[in-house]
């Protein structure tokens, strides 16, 4: 079966420190990959997706994300984080062909940025 | 815009009880899929509508649950009875798009 794994569960930064979340997936074919984020109390949101073309995606908020197939990563990046982007962030794939919607999660991983 | 909303917020119920929840999608969305999320666990793919059609259910635990999607537009998701593992957040979501899902704020369902 599918999976996406999240390497941390917990990650805690002082501003203005570098970001760098790990996402991993097993699947062998084509995929599509995204990243959401549920800040406190909201709902979750697309930070940025990855369909095909450039492997280094760009989204919302400075972040970006990098599709590495040979490593079967998508690791989500950020130079400097600040005390806002405090939240929960997921990892999800969606097989290219597959049923629209079904998204397969990673467990999340829950960043704390420290003032 | 509207987003798309969800209710209740929170729901707390015994086993054995009968649960509905609803979900009120982007207006034109015709995708609308349920999520959910048990406790330390990932977030679960549920099923997927195309307008009232069911296009996708391949994640639906049990029959213990039953989703609708009336006229296309809102759905509900019943769970009966309710056992205690079914707690959890249930997420709605819709899209118009190819892979762009937009969620709702969730429900949290209690079963005590």
């Known amino acids: 079966a599918q999976s996406v794994s999240q390497h941390n569960h917990h990650v805690i930064l002082s501003e203005a420190a570098s970001l760098e979340l790990g996402c991993n997936y097993s699947?062998?074919?084509?995929?599509?990959l995204f990243w959401y984020v549920q800040y406190p109390g909201q709902h979750l949101q697309l930070l940025l997706k990855?369909?095909?073309?450039?492997?280094l995606v760009k989204g919302i908020k400075g972040f970006e994300a990098e599709f590495i197939k040979s490593k079967f990563s998508f690791n989500l990046r950020k130079p400097s984080v600040q005390w806002s982007d405090t939240a929960e962030y997921f990892c999800?794939?969606?097989?290219?062909?597959?049923?629209?919607?079904?998204?397969?999660f990673g467990k999340g991983t829950k960043l704390s940025v420290k003032p | 815009e509207a987003g798309v909303t969800q209710f209740p917020s929170h729901s707390v119920i015994e086993k054995g009880q009968t649960v509905t929840l609803r979900c009120d999608p982007i207006?034109?969305?015709?995708?609308l899929y349920w999520y959910r999320r048990v406790m330390g666990k990932e977030i679960k793919f549920l099923l997927h509508f195309v307008k009232e059609s069911k296009q996708d259910e391949s994640g639906m635990p049990n029959n213990r649950f039953l989703a609708e999607r009336t006229g296309g537009t809102y759905s509900t998701l019943k769970v009966q009875p309710a056992e205690l593992e079914d707690s959890g957040v249930y997420f709605c979501a819709s899209s118009q798009e190819w892979g762009s899902l937009y969620f709702g704020p969730g429900t949290r369902l209690t079963v005590t």
């Open positions: 990855y369909f095909s073309g450039d492997p």
């Open positions: 699947y062998g074919g084509t995929v599509n």
């Open positions: 999800a794939v969606m097989n290219y062909g597959g049923s629209q919607g079904n998204l397969i």
């Open positions: 207006s034109g969305h015709d995708n």
